[in-house]
């Protein structure tokens, strides 16, 4: 993408490792989610990548699956918000791996 790492920050939703799958985990979530939301208040990016179902509709307070919100931004107080497939499901359909390029190029079109 252009990118370098020092532009670039990686977080999660989950602060703390669990042995639960992600989408049994809502009582973490909610518990971790404060934390998230004062990360990207300081950070204060110009984009954001979601990964996935569980991100992107705990971002997003969305009940629309990944399919649905995937391909365009969304806001997320005032920053803008790129929902994408989650790793695991391109290694499991890697004919997703398109539909995550088109992803991409439109967050660098926003970025540059």
Request: proline letters at 4%; a positive charge; charged letters at 30%.
């Amino acid at each position: 993408m252009g990118l370098s790492l020092e532009t670039v920050y990686v977080c999660n939703i989950l602060k703390c490792k669990t042995d639960k799958n992600i989408k049994d985990c809502e009582e973490e979530i909610k518990k971790c989610f404060p934390f998230l939301k004062e990360q990207i208040k300081k950070i204060n990016p110009d984009v954001i990548c979601t990964l996935g179902t569980c991100a992107s509709k705990t971002l997003l307070s969305s009940k629309a699956g990944i399919t649905a919100l995937r391909g365009k931004f969304h806001n997320y107080n005032g920053i803008k918000v790129m929902p994408t497939f989650h790793p695991a499901e391109l290694i499991e359909n890697k004919n997703k791996k398109g539909y995550v390029w088109e992803d991409m190029k439109k967050i660098i079109t926003a970025i540059f």
